[in-house]
Structure formats: structure tokens, C-alpha cells
């Protein structure tokens, strides 16, 4: 069985941009990748092909064996709600309360919105959504409002909302760039945990080197919209990661130097 199926796929923008050349790459059920490429790869472009916001200009993407390209509205929202996403900056909504927004995962698979569904959610969905925020370790929280909770307290809240969703693929948006090392890695232990147990299929974009390297098994690395390395961390070079992100070190040390300036 395959989750994701990336074939051949292309982005050419209307301005002429090239943002992917040719990109295929398959993803299995139970398998966590980790995205990698300096700023202007193509790594949103592709993210936002997965998930339909953006048609390629070529290829193919399979999800769950269903070819997403040239689907129309209708047809692609049940492939939709088998696509779920973790964002950077958690996408809660503040004035809610956690369990509220766990319950937000399901409304992609009905048609109220959320102030009519949330009073009317039935008892089966309620407990699954308990369900949820017990496999993050929060359900003690599920009456506190959103945005009392710590970053990455939030980013576990938007973990148990897309498995609510019940999604086949993941896409980790820099789910830790937000947040302190130790939060970072308790979010990344999670989502690979929940990858393992419901053998979803993740890619994660990632920035950070030494995390890369710790949860990468496996690196998809693009370079100007095209994959340049598709392998085990194991097999991939300090020289290469080096030269992917040569751009971003300099920066890197751009940022050291004026923070010394402004010492
Ligand atoms: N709507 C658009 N129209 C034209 N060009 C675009 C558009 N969106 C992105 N691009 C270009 O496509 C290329 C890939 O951009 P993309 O945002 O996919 O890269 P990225 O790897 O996600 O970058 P970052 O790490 O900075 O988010 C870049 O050259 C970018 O300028």
C-alpha cells in the first residue's frame, strides 16, 4: 500500500518562475521523511501541491491511489480531509477552548460551521476527540482557552486536532521553529510516535541541522525545485547538508555578527 505518490510533478508560476522540475518521490504508510532545501526550493510549492491549493503544471500526485490532479472541488474534498497539516504557528483559534479546537479537525468532514457544529458534535465524535487530546497528554487541559497554553503545549492541541481529522498523509509545516529545544523535540517524539502507531505517512520541513539528522531516517532534499537527494541520513554527507544550506549558514553568521555589534 502506498499513502503518497509524488510523479513527475512540475510548477511553472504564471510569471515563468520554475518552482519544481520534474519531482517524483513515494512515501509509505508508517514512513516519517524529512524535507529539506534553502529558502526558494520549491518545498511550500510542493506542500501546496500535495494539498491541492496548487495545481502542478505537470505530473501526477497520488494520495491513497486516487490521482489528485484535474479533481474538481467536489472530488477533492474527502481526498482533502485525508491530507492532514501541522503549521509553524499551530493555526489554533485563541478564543476557544483546546477541546474546541480538537473538535475543528472533524469540520472538514461536515458541512455546519464551527459555531453551529461544535453544540451538536455527537457523543462518538466528542469522545474521539477526548480520545485525542489523552494520546497527546493534554485531555486535563481541554477546558483551558487556546492561547493559555505554552507553544508547544499548542502545537501538541494541533497534533490530536489532525488526528481527529483521521488523515492517511501528514505534512509538518517547521513544526518546531517556533518553539525552545525541549518543546521542539517532545513535538517531534509525538508526531513520529503517532506516524509509527497509525502508519501515516509524514513529511516534515525542517530547519534545524541537528534535528534533521536525529528524526531524518530518510531526506528528501530539493534544490532550485529539483531532488537533489533522496537517501537514508545515514548515506548523506556533512559536505553535501553544507552545501544545500550554504546560503542559510552565511546567514547564520550575518545574524551572530550583529548580534555581537549589538552587544
Ligand atoms: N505565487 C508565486 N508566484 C511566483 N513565484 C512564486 C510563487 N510562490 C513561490 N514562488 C517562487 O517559487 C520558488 C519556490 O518557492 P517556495 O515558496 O515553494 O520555496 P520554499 O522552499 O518553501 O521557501 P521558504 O523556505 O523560504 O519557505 C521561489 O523562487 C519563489 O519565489
Redesign the pocket.
Known sequence: MISLKVENISKI???G?K?LNNVSFTVEPGEAVVLL????????????CITSFEKPSEGSIFIDKTNIIGLSQGQLRPIRKKVGMVFQHFHLINNLSVFQNVLFGALGSVKYSFQAFAPVASPELREKAMECLHRVGLSHLAKRRADQLSGGQQQRVAIARMLLQDPEVVLADEPIASLDPKAGREVMDLLWDVVEERGLSVIS?LHQMDIAKEYGDRIIA?KS?NVVMDDKIKNISEDFLQDLYQHDVDMDLVQETITEKGA
Do not use: E, Q, W
Open positions: 508560476y504564471p510569471d518562475t518552482a532545501g534553502h529558502n526558494g526550493s520549491g518545498k511550500s510549492t510542493l506542500f501546496r520541513i530539493l525545485g
